[in-house]
Nanobody
């Protein structure tokens, strides 16, 4: 069973940057499209970004397009989310998820495996 562990969250001021990482436990990592989701208090979990299993296709939520960059290194079984120009509304727990499909999907229900999440807090 694929296990995912996020790291790299933290506290930053508006306009700052954070990079969160997600390491997978299995070398089968390359079989999965990966997604980043986030959940703020009192809100539903929402799609942030996704990347195909061969690092060919990426997709982003409109709210982060142009500010966030998703990438992956299949040799290291790791997916990254570089978050730039952060805003207070980006404050949330960030989760990575794996979906055994060719291209990333945007609904949480499509994903088979989830990490435990990492908190990112942006102060105004």
């Amino acid at each position: 069973q694929l296990q995912l562990v996020e790291s790299g969250g933290g506290y930053v001021q508006t306009g700052g940057s954070l990079r969160v990482s997600c390491a997978a436990s299995e070398p089968t990592f390359g079989r999965y499209s990966m997604g980043w989701f986030r959940q703020a208090p009192g809100k539903e979990r929402e799609f942030v970004a996704g990347i195909s299993r061969r690092n060919v296709e990426t997709s982003y939520a409109d709210s982060v397009k142009g500010r966030f960059i998703i990438s992956r290194d299949n040799a290291k079984n790791t997916v990254y989310l570089q978050m730039n120009d952060l805003k207070p509304e980006d404050t949330a727990v960030y989760y990575c998820a794996a979906d055994e499909t060719i291209v990333p999907r945007t609904t949480p229900e499509a994903y088979d495996y989830w990490g435990q999440g990492t908190q990112a807090t942006v102060s105004s």
